[in-house]
């Protein structure tokens, strides 16, 4: 069974260019997750969707970043636009969600930006 | 609320034992153990619930103090391929979401 599939790898743009990552999470996992982890740190949420509804997007700057998940299934986050202090590692996650137990969360290899 | 993880980081030798802890100021109803190797995605190890069973991975295991909102991961003999940063996160399903403390990095040597 394939993983969680992130694009792309790694990234290098210029400030105040526009940059977009796509996350395709496990099939039938309902839970996806965009984590920021910055050198040294733990993953810090974004946003969380359950199917295709933001149920918590309380983390995200939304003057620069935006997110969706179309038909519950792919997601894709964007900034426009870019800052130097977004360079980091932007993680996708997805999960099955069991009668409100919290399932394993499955990541993908992340998506390295730099902003130069 | 991030919990809170404890040591920042340790350095071992290999088939020595640590214990790396997770602390929380809200009511714990699940924690959930991470592992991290350098320039790899997070890996799950176990999820520990309240009032469930605490899962092992390998020589790994956990406890969980839900009066003490707390838990603690046990490395025993520990090999090299146990290095790497080992995140706790809280919270995460009917909890709302999965936040994840700061790491402690784990470095066996030989």
């Known amino acids: 069974e394939a993983g969680v599939v992130q694009s792309p790898r790694y990234k290098i743009i210029e400030k105040k260019q526009p940059v977009a990552f796509w996350c395709n999470p496990i099939?039938?996992?309902?839970?996806l997750y965009w984590y920021l982890q910055n050198l040294g740190q733990g993953p810090e949420l974004l946003i969380r969707?359950?199917?295709?509804?933001?149920?918590?997007d309380s983390q995200l700057p939304k003057d620069r970043f935006s997110a969706e998940r179309l038909k519950g299934v792919d997601s894709t986050l964007k900034i426009q636009p870019a800052e130097l202090g977004d360079s980091a590692v932007y993680l996708c996650?997805?999960?099955?969600?069991?009668?409100?137990?919290?399932?394993?969360?499955?990541f993908g290899e992340g998506s390295r930006l730099t902003v130069l | 609320q991030q919990p809170v993880q404890s040591p920042q980081a340790v350095i071992l030798r290999e088939g020595e034992d640590a214990v790396i802890n997770c602390s929380s100021s809200k009511a714990l109803y699940s924690v959930h153990w991470y592992r991290q190797k350098h320039g790899e995605a997070p890996v799950f190890l176990m999820i520990?619930?309240?009032?469930?069973e605490q899962k092992g991975h390998e020589k790994i295991s956990a406890s969980f103090n839900e009066k003490k909102q707390q838990s603690s991961l046990y490395l025993t003999a520990s090999q090299l391929s146990y290095s790497g940063t080992y995140f706790c996160g809280t919270g995460g399903g009917s909890q709302g979401n999965l936040i994840f403390g700061k790491g402690t990095k784990l470095s066996v040597k030989p």
């Open positions: 969707y359950e199917n295709e509804e933001a149920v918590d």
């Open positions: 520990l619930l309240k009032g469930g």
């Open positions: 099939s039938g996992h309902n839970t």
């Open positions: 996650a997805s999960s099955s969600w069991d009668f409100g137990k919290a399932g394993e969360l499955f």
